[in-house]
């Protein structure tokens, strides 16, 4: 199952980068054994205006068709690692080809984006700057894969 982060806003190279490269290059090695990767990064940026509903038209694009959409919102769900990866390998067990995570631009989501996703996944009530939260993401992506794999990455 191939995953995307598709994210509004680009993303500068420095420490962020640094660490998104590192954790989803483990996560490429750790993964690929269990039918999971690679992880694409896939960035929009809404030049022209419109808010919420024009980086939602971009986002949609920039998806695979028949994606599993997972909506970063913090109104979403909040899950531990070990049930975000054992939902991670329900999507892959159930046959889903492509697994696409979305980070909406300063305002968030637009509800319709927000409405179709299958999961709408929370890092907490606090709200996190859009580079720190890809890092987030990518990490947990990565966890996700080491704990499915038994890997001692993830310690409870």
Same mark, same amino acid.
């Given at each position: 199952?191939?995953?995307?982060?598709?994210?509004?806003?680009?993303?500068?190279?420095?420490?962020?980068?640094?660490?998104?490269?590192?954790?989803?290059?483990?996560?490429?090695?750790?993964?690929?054994?269990?039918?999971?990767?690679?992880?694409?990064?896939?960035?929009?940026?809404?030049?022209?205006?419109?808010?919420?509903?024009?980086? *939602?038209?971009? #986002?949609?694009?920039? +998806?695979?068709?028949? @994606?599993? !959409?997972?909506?970063?919102?913090? &109104?979403?769900?909040?899950?531990?690692?070990?049930?975000?990866?054992?939902?991670?390998?329900?999507?892959?067990?159930?046959?889903?080809?492509?697994?696409?995570?979305?980070?909406?631009? *300063?305002?968030? #989501?637009?509800?319709? +984006?927000?409405?179709? @996703?299958? !999961?709408?996944?929370?890092?907490? &009530?606090?709200?996190?700057?859009?580079?720190?939260?890809?890092?987030?993401?990518?990490?947990?992506?990565?966890?996700?894969?080491?704990?499915?794999?038994?890997?001692?990455?993830?310690?409870?």
């Amino acid at each position: 199952m191939r995953l995307q982060i598709c994210a509004v806003g680009r993303l500068r190279a420095g420490p962020e980068q640094a660490l998104i490269d590192d954790y989803l290059t483990r996560f490429d090695r750790t993964g690929r054994a269990l039918g999971l990767g690679p992880v694409e990064l896939r960035e929009v940026e809404n030049r022209k205006g419109g808010g919420m509903a024009a980086e *939602a038209q971009l #986002l949609t694009r920039a +998806l695979p068709d028949n @994606a599993v !959409l997972v909506a970063m919102d913090e &109104r979403g769900k909040t899950l531990s690692s070990p049930d975000f990866a054992n939902w991670m390998a329900r999507q892959r067990d159930d046959g889903a080809q492509d697994l696409s995570f979305v980070i909406g631009g *300063a305002d968030g #989501l637009a509800p319709e +984006l927000r409405n179709r @996703a299958a !999961l709408s996944l929370s890092f907490g &009530r606090m709200v996190w700057p859009h580079m720190l939260a890809r890092v987030m993401l990518s990490e947990q992506i990565y966890r996700a894969a080491t704990i499915l794999a038994g890997s001692p990455y993830h310690r409870v």
